[in-house]
């Protein structure tokens, strides 16, 4: 049973529009709602894939109303901790005579002490094997929040598995954490000080030889990906795929990777599904909706790593 944690989850409306362009009306089509946030995305692509899960959220209002709707929906098993606040609500927009994506993201609702303090006692109380938390923090959460989760895991004896940055991602490093997953401009905020391509595989080979995490994946954007472990540093290429859209791609990779650890596979092989897994999302509209078909497919591309 893998439990994932989301503070600050969201409503994900995605959007088609021929052209986006000030002052004047966009109009849209082909909306769709997906339920959101980083551990959101993380359980749904579990489903997907076969995997046990249930999403821990921090939810309120009409539109958290809405989440939980969207969830029984995917058939997402879930737990809600209540807030007073309404649950974000998040905007991607495709325009199509330009091909970009617009993504419109709220900073979301504000949470009180006993709000918050509820999320760790959900996580104390709540039966799992693995704990991932994913995302950023909400407004008022203190930025050692996921280093107090780490502590649960510890007592728990779980593998903590985080996917944040900044201050809250600094502060929980060190024993007791399995595996991070910083982009590379992230990555380059840890080690304060930005990383010439010749650089990265031995700073990352050096943060995890000094016990910051015991595995560090570094996603590469269109270069790829990078797993560093006390075996040593791999680096895969990315799979060439029809992008559709990028919205939970990382997700969905940490999903993928995570499961396959959690069943015992051995760290790259669970590295190279997390990039099939990541491959497969971007193929696809919405937010983090790879099939479980390409993931295997793309997964076979790759071969023996």
């Known amino acids: 049973m893998i439990l994932t944690l989301t503070l600050n989850p969201t409503v994900d409306l995605a959007s088609d529009a021929d052209q986006v362009q000030p002052v004047r009306k966009v109009r849209t089509r082909g909306d769709s709602f997906d339920p959101g946030g980083g551990g959101v995305n993380v359980s749904r692509v579990l489903r997907e894939l076969g995997g046990e899960t249930l999403a821990i959220i921090l939810a309120g209002g009409v539109s958290g109303t809405l989440l939980e709707e969207l969830l029984r929906e995917g058939e997402v098993p879930h737990l809600t901790v209540p807030i007073?606040?309404?649950?974000?609500?998040?905007?991607?927009?495709?325009?199509?005579?330009?091909?970009?994506?617009?993504?419109?993201?709220?900073?979301?609702?504000?949470?009180?002490?006993?709000?918050?303090?509820?999320?760790?006692?959900?996580?104390?109380?709540?039966?799992?094997?693995?704990?991932?938390?994913?995302?950023?923090?909400?407004?008022?959460?203190?930025?050692?929040?996921?280093?107090?989760?780490?502590?649960?895991?510890?007592?728990?004896?779980?593998?903590?598995?985080?996917?944040?940055?900044?201050?809250?991602?600094?502060?929980?490093?060190?024993?007791?954490?399995?595996?991070?997953?910083?982009?590379?401009?992230?990555?380059?905020?840890?080690?304060?000080?930005?990383?010439?391509?010749?650089?990265?595989?031995?700073?990352?080979?050096?943060?995890?030889?000094?016990?910051?995490?015991?595995?560090?994946?570094?996603?590469?954007?269109?270069?790829?990906?990078?797993?560093?472990?006390?075996?040593?540093?791999?680096?895969?290429?990315?799979?060439d795929v029809p992008a559709l859209g990028a919205v939970g791609a990382g997700d969905s990779f940490l999903a993928a990777m995570v499961l396959h650890l959690a069943q015992g596979a051995a760290s790259r092989d669970a590295f190279a599904w997390g990039m099939a897994a990541g491959a497969a999302a971007v193929m696809r509209p919405g937010t983090a909706h790879p099939k479980r078909a390409d993931v295997e497919a793309l997964r076979a591309r790759i071969g023996k790593v």
């Not at 609500?89 to 993201?105: G, M, N, Q």
């Not at 996921?146 to 201050?167: E, H, N, Q, W």
């Not at 595995?215 to 791999?234: D, F, I, K, R």
């Open 84 to 239: 007073a606040g309404r649950t974000r609500i998040s905007h991607t927009v495709h325009d199509l005579k330009a091909r970009l994506e617009y993504r419109f993201v709220p900073e979301g609702p504000t949470l009180s002490e006993a709000e918050w303090q509820a999320g760790l006692a959900a996580l104390e109380q709540t039966p799992g094997d693995w704990l991932v938390a994913s995302g950023s923090l909400s407004p008022g959460v203190p930025a050692d929040y996921y280093a107090r989760c780490k502590a649960i895991t510890v007592r728990r004896g779980m593998p903590f598995v985080l996917d944040t940055s900044g201050a809250p991602l600094q502060a929980a490093l060190g024993p007791g954490l399995k595996l991070i997953k910083p982009s590379q401009g992230e990555f380059d905020t840890l080690v304060g000080r930005k990383l010439a391509p010749g650089e990265l595989a031995e700073a990352a080979q050096g943060f995890v030889a000094q016990g910051a995490t015991e595995l560090l994946a570094v996603t590469l954007g269109g270069e790829g990906a990078l797993l560093a472990s006390a075996e040593g540093v791999l680096q895969l290429p990315a799979l």
